[in-house]
């Protein structure tokens, strides 16, 4: 399946580390002194949309939930209270994905790889500094920049070529970065892509074994 690829785009949470719950619970902890219904909109909208950043998320819980305006100010405090928190949690090396950690060890040489995440970009850095995954990456990218332009910067600051160039993800969102930059994408472990007809892998250990590798 990554044969005709040179260049691998992976998102982080989901994919490369079982984080969506730490940041669940970040997101609880930041807004605990709002109504619970309206965390719980927010929430939902958070793992619907795994690819945003944590700006989109407190934007949309302001303006679209509560229905008032926000500053970038109150935007930029709550984001480094979640990034305080977020750093407090995921510096585990127990919530790495090992399936996808073990692949990403092995064919960092096979393939150019970079990382384009919904995740702070300065906090995603410091994270795989700590927990050694920095040297397997070209480099890594992440918010407030959004996706969709974090992966076309990528790809015209390396000259790369879209139809060898591949991004793996586990949400819609990354799915609609890989499509408006005219690059494959691939789902990974995400079972709502088989109905759009979406390359789905579910073990990168399996990808020999044609029944694992879905469509």
């Given amino acids: 399946m990554l044969d005709k690829y040179k260049v691998i785009l992976w998102d982080f ?7 969506m719950p730490v940041r669940e619970l ?8 709002y109504p619970k219904d309206q965390v719980e909109q927010l929430v939902t909208f958070h793992l619907q949309n795994g690819g945003l950043s944590r700006y989109v998320k407190f934007r949309y819980f302001f303006e679209e ?6 500053l970038d100010e109150q935007i930029n405090v709550l984001s ?43 906090e995603l850095k410091y994270i795989c500094d700590q927990i050694g995954l920095s040297a397997y990456f070209h480099s890594i990218h992440g918010s407030p920049t ?43 472990n995400n079972p709502s892509f088989y109905q759009k007809e979406i390359e789905v892998i579910n073990q990168f250990s399996d990808l020999d074994k044609k029944s694992d590798v879905k469509f």
């Fill in 65 to 70: 939930v509560r229905k008032e305006n926000v």
């Fill in 146 to 188: 959004p996706k969709k332009e974090l992966v076309r910067n990528l790809l015209l600051d390396n000259g790369y070529i879209t139809n060898v160039s591949v991004l793996i993800g586990d949400s819609i969102n990354d799915y609609d970065a890989a499509q408006s930059n005219n690059i494959a994408f691939i789902g990974y």
């Fill in 80 to 122: 480094q209270s979640f990034s305080d928190i977020m750093l407090s949690l995921l510096l585990n090396e127990k919530l790495l994905i090992q399936d996808t950690v073990e692949f990403i060890k092995n064919n960092h040489q096979r393939f150019r790889m970079h990382i384009v995440s919904g995740s702070d970009g300065r």
């Fill in 13 to 19: 949470d989901g994919v490369i580390m079982d984080s």
């Fill in 26 to 33: 970040g997101f609880r902890e930041v807004l605990k002194a």
